[in-house]
């Protein structure tokens, strides 16, 4: 796969800013890549995830991805008490959209069981 494609999959870095209590920027973190284990990790939360009804410990959960993902320079108390939802949520998905779009794009990969069944 040539550089420029694999850029180009690779899509946007992922972005959390945490906000001060008068809702102006504190901070804002960015990372271009998702570690492999990052990853796996964000498609089992997904997966166990009833969107409908998310828990706590599903908040704490994605909290400790979001920590994790980009790289420990934040806790999860900072997430707690300085971040958006709607960002939270979006690092989740661009994390698992991402990962979705490179394993359509590369044919050495195996379609899933599931997939397979119902074509």
């Known amino acids: 796969m040539g ?4 850029n ?12 001060q209590a008068n809702d102006e920027i504190k901070q804002t973190f960015t990372r ?3 570690p492999w284990g990052v990853l796996k990790k964000a498609i089992t939360l ?9 828990t706590e410990k599903d908040m ?6 979001v920590v994790e993902a980009f790289g420990n320079q934040f806790t999860i108390k900072d997430l707690d008490e300085s971040s958006d939802i709607g ?15 490179l394993v359509q794009a590369n044919p050495t ?3 899933s069981r599931k997939k397979r069944r119902s074509s």
């Open 32 to 34: 271009t890549i998702i």
């Open 46 to 54: 997904t997966r166990s995830l009833d969107e409908e009804n998310i």
């Open 60 to 65: 704490d959960s994605i909290a400790g991805l």
């Open 109 to 111: 990969i195996p379609p």
């Open 8 to 19: 180009h999959m690779a899509g946007t870095a992922l972005q959390i800013t945490l906000y």
């Open 87 to 101: 960002e939270m949520l979006s690092v989740l998905k661009n994390i698992v959209t991402r990962a979705s779009m």
């Open 3 to 6: 550089e420029e494609k694999w």
